[in-house]
T-cell receptor, first 115, second 116 residues
């Protein structure tokens, strides 16, 4: 069965700290996609990244970086030098290739960055 | 339009009434999805449209829930005889194509439904 687990319900940090949000997934498929979305207080989900199962290269985009490890079924997200504007709920999600692109979401991690 | 538009943004209804939630996807997007976000929960898939067809309705929680899409564009999610457990934020998303996994969705801001 497909499942996404975000064990951290809430994380609080002080500005400029680095923070890592964990994501562990389960799937029987060999081809799948992993996503991270940000949900700021406004409520709209913002797409951050998509990674396919054949590409285990880590990715960096500005202060954001992602670590994909198939061996541990994890797709962790690190924010370097966090800022107050990073405060949001972050969701990890999984979809299986060739399907409907239906996303299976984790329950989210609420990140609060204090000045 | 430029983004996915949902209306109303907020809806308060009495238990037992029917409600209609509307989604206007990005122009040209063929795939449309409805999700539900209950308090403290992640997002739960409800239904997927490709054009006007709904190949996957597996997430609709009961027969009180239905959805349609017309003209390959606007979609309406209808909840009949609303119950308090239907209270949630209903999110709509669209993407250019489905089944390829190549595109991140674009989500709307959601409709917050409160059943009293």
């Amino acid at each position: 069965a497909q499942k996404v687990t975000q064990a951290q319900t809430e994380i609080s940090v002080v500005e400029k700290e680095d923070v890592t949000l964990d994501c562990v997934y389960e799937t029987r498929d060999t081809t799948y996609y992993l996503f991270w979305y940000k949900q700021p207080p406004s409520g709209e989900l913002v797409f951050l990244i998509r990674r396919n199962s054949f590409d285990e290269q880590n990715e960096i985009s500005g202060r954001y970086s992602w670590n994909f490890q198939k061996s541990t079924s994890s797709f962790n997200f690190t924010i370097t030098a966090s800022q107050v504007v990073d405060s949001a709920v972050y969701f990890c999600a999984l979809s299986e290739y060739g399907n409907t692109d239906k996303l299976i979401f984790g329950t989210g991690t609420r990140l609060q960055v204090f000045p | 339009g430029a983004g996915v538009s949902q209306s109303p943004s907020n809806k308060v209804t009495e238990k037992g009434k029917d409600v209609e939630l509307r989604c206007d996807p990005i122009s040209g997007h063929t795939a449309l999805y409805w999700y539900r976000q209950s308090l403290g929960q992640g997002l739960e898939f409800l239904i997927y449209f490709q054009g006007n067809s709904a190949p996957d309705k597996s997430g609709l929680p009961s027969d009180r829930f239905s959805a349609e899409r017309t003209g390959g564009s606007v979609s309406t999610l209808t909840i009949q005889r609303t119950q308090q457990e239907d209270s949630a934020v209903y999110l709509c998303a669209s993407s250019l194509y489905a089944g390829q996994g190549d595109y991140g969705y674009t989500f709307g801001s959601g409709t917050r439904l409160t059943v009293v």
